[in-house]
């Protein structure tokens, strides 16, 4: 699934604004969310905006139940559009 990313509010196309770090959505306790073995998170670009698709989602890589990043065809992570869990703070 080739994602359209949104711009940053400070206007920048987020493939430009590497390198990308990752996030972890906290609860109110401050403690990460888990999905199987993996953290739930989120991407920010190289100016800490929060990478966003075009309809406001956040983005980051695809995960296993094993906690390892899928890879495409081309052998990069695959990138996929992700929720916020209920309760997250971001």
């Given amino acids: 699934m080739d994602l359209q990313l949104a711009g940053s509010p400070r206007g920048h196309d987020p493939r430009d604004r590497h390198p990308w770090g990752s996030h972890p959505f906290l609860d109110a306790d401050g ?3 888990l999905e199987g073995r993996a953290v739930r998170q989120y991407f920010v670009d190289a ?3 929060m990478v966003r698709t075009t309809d406001g989602r956040f983005v980051h890589i695809l ?3 094993r906690g390892q990043p899928v890879r495409g065809a081309d052998g ?3 990138l996929v559009a992700v929720d916020p869990p209920q309760g997250a703070r971001v």
């Fill in 47 to 49: 100016d800490g905006e």
């Fill in 63 to 65: 995960f296993d139940e």
């Fill in 31 to 33: 403690r990460g969310f």
């Fill in 76 to 78: 990069l992570p695959v």
